[in-house]
């Protein structure tokens, strides 16, 4: 009876008190989520909403900010120079989303499938660390490195093409209007490789080896096993490389930074790189503010589309 007692006793207090166990139906763990809501409202919260005031006033970061309504916007929405930013953005998307994913999906799949094979996984690895490389470098070292190289006078590059008795082809890459863009991009495809490569080579890690000795008994190529087995299995990988590598192309600044500034003229400026100029160059913090905003807003509707092209698809193939 006793011991009937004090079990219940204890029952009772184990109620009563509330619990710290994670997992637990106590409201208790909204305690360990408070640091992170405080940050996440100081450090994000806060600034953005600070942000989307200011594109309703005209502020140059001294006097108050002057509330003008939608005058920034209707400024925005005519200023050739950020339509030109956001169609850099489209070469940039090109750069650092299209060709990086092909190119890092079959190199991952070659990797994987045909030198790891033959050669083994140490062999494989250290090509894969190796497209890794550029992105472990930081990006403003990594631009000034190559602007090194592109240098008109003294650059590797035209001194290499000029050794090999190409030097018609010697240019003013990042000085030209018409080779800085497509000098850039060229950059950012080097940049970015190695960040799908290494995704992709740890989502092949999960592909059965079964199904690459079946479909080759049935006689398909490297190629058909690639597309249809080892393609449609990563498919979520893939959308989660496709995803960030846009949201980095969106606002890709440190190499426009370093190395062009967005010249000659306007030919490289991005969206990012032209809400620093009007912040911090012209001091027009307003107009800068409502360039960042339209910015977020656009990768906010980039991320929301991929999320959903991605669950239709993830629905049609459970339907199947």
Do not use: H
Not at 68 to 75: A, F, P, S, T
Not at 119 to 137: E, K, M, N
Not at 251 to 274: E, Q
């Amino acid at each position: 009876m006793a011991i009937a007692t004090r079990s219940k006793e204890r029952a009772q207090r184990s109620t009563a008190t509330p619990s710290l166990i994670p997992g637990s139906r106590s409201s208790s763990f909204w305690f360990y989520l408070l640091p992170g809501l405080a940050l996440l409202t100081l450090i994000i919260v806060v600034p953005l909403l600070w942000n989307v005031y200011l594109t309703f006033t005209s502020y140059r970061g001294i006097r108050p900010p002057e509330f003008i309504g939608l005058e920034n916007w209707v400024e925005l929405f005519g200023d050739t120079t950020f339509w030109t930013s956001f169609r850099n953005s489209v070469a940039m998307i090109v750069a650092m989303v299209v060709v990086p994913t092909l190119l890092g999906l079959v190199l991952a799949a070659m990797l994987f499938d045909l030198i790891g094979r033959k050669f083994g996984g140490r062999v494989a690895s250290f090509l894969r660390a190796t497209y890794y490389l550029p992105q472990i470098l930081p990006g403003v070292i990594a631009a000034i490195v190559i602007g090194w190289i592109l240098r008109p006078e003294n650059g590797a590059l035209n001194q290499v093409l000029a050794a090999v008795g190409l030097g018609g082809l010697q240019s003013n890459w990042l000085g030209s209007p018409e080779t800085a863009l497509p000098s850039i991009m060229v950059i950012m495809v080097w940049v970015q490789l190695g960040y799908p490569v290494v995704i992709f080579m740890a989502a092949l890690q999960r592909v059965d080896p079964e199904l690459y000795e079946a479909a080759e008994l049935d006689g398909a190529n490297w190629f058909q096993c690639f597309r249809a087995i080892t393609v449609s299995i990563i498919r979520p990988e893939i959308f989660v490389v496709t995803l960030t590598c846009a949201i980095a192309a969106l606002k890709v600044f440190g190499p426009i930074y370093a190395l062009t500034g967005g010249g000659p003229g306007s030919s490289t400026i991005v969206p990012a790189y032209y809400a620093y100029s009007e912040f911090f160059q012209s001091q027009q913090v307003g107009y800068g503010a409502t360039i960042a905003t339209a910015l977020t807003v656009v990768i906010a509707v980039v991320s929301i589309l991929f999320v959903l092209v991605q669950t239709r698809l993830e629905r049609s193939e459970e339907a199947r």
